[in-house]
């Protein structure tokens, strides 16, 4: 199971909103409900924003929300802030033997 | 408060062993699938194991089967990971990851701050 295709880096201007892309094949995201997203600042451990596509944590801005079409998720980050700078990595639950394949990682600037 | 403190990192020799634990508090621990992500310097996210609530299955990834072995103790609420025969390519940060169910959890909701392991002569 290969990793999930994601851009290697997205920008956007505070205030603005940016799309981060996460691309499989119709084997893997395209055949499952079960895309989560995270957010890794430098030297941090990494926190779950989103999961089972859509679904946010309890206490994580709704300013992030998931979606999915065929084989790509993506994670849209409303009304950029400062903070929101960190690497992104998506991941999906197979069902398989290979349980679970994370995605490439977005870097997120904010200009 | 979910809280995972993982221990036990350090350096290796290439063919050596270590045992990394991940003490758990805040929650119910023995009903939640447990998980081990490492992610090599500078690099992304790699899932390397899974446990379920009682213990009594296991997942690997293909590139760690037949020398890592993760358990756990729900009486200690912790969870383990014996590596063996380590190589240069198991540096990683290794994270311990809650899963969201007892046995077919689909995401990681809480991660512990990570431990390092370097395998180098």
């Known amino acids: 199971q290969s990793a999930l295709t994601q851009p290697a880096s997205v920008s956007g201007s505070p205030g603005q909103s940016i799309t981060i892309s996460c691309t499989g094949t119709?084997?893997?995201?395209?055949?499952?409900?079960?895309v989560s997203w995270y957010q890794q600042h430098p030297g941090k451990a990494p926190k779950l924003m989103i999961y089972?596509?859509?679904n946010r944590p309890s206490g994580v801005s709704n300013r992030f929300s998931g979606s999915k079409s065929g084989n790509t998720a993506s994670l849209t980050i409303s009304g950029l802030q400062a903070e929101d700078e960190a690497d992104y990595y998506c991941?999906?639950?197979?069902?398989?033997?290979?349980?679970?394949?994370f995605g490439t990682g977005t870097k997120v600037t904010v200009l | 408060e979910v809280q995972l403190l993982e221990s036990g990192g350090g350096l290796v020799q290439p063919g050596g062993s270590l045992r990394l634990s991940c003490a758990a508090s805040?929650?119910?621990?023995?009903?939640?699938?447990m998980n081990w992500v490492r992610q090599a310097p500078g690099k992304g996210l790699e899932w390397v194991s899974r446990?379920?609530?009682?213990?009594?299955?296991?997942y690997y990834a293909d590139t760690v089967t037949g020398r890592i072995t993760v358990s756990r103790d729900n009486y200690k609420t912790t969870l383990y990971l014996q590596m063996n025969n380590l190589r240069a390519e198991d540096t990683a940060v290794y994270y311990c990851?809650?899963?969201?169910?007892?046995?077919?959890?689909?995401?990681?909701?809480?991660w512990g701050q990570g431990t390092l392991v370097t395998v180098s002569s």
């Open positions: 990851a809650k899963g969201n169910r007892e046995m077919t959890a689909t995401t990681f909701d809480f």
């Open positions: 805040g929650f119910t621990f023995s009903s939640y699938t």
């Open positions: 446990i379920s609530g009682s213990g009594g299955t296991t």
């Open positions: 119709s084997s893997d995201v395209g055949g499952y409900n079960y």
């Open positions: 089972d596509v859509s």
């Open positions: 991941s999906l639950y197979l069902s398989s033997s290979t349980l679970y394949v």
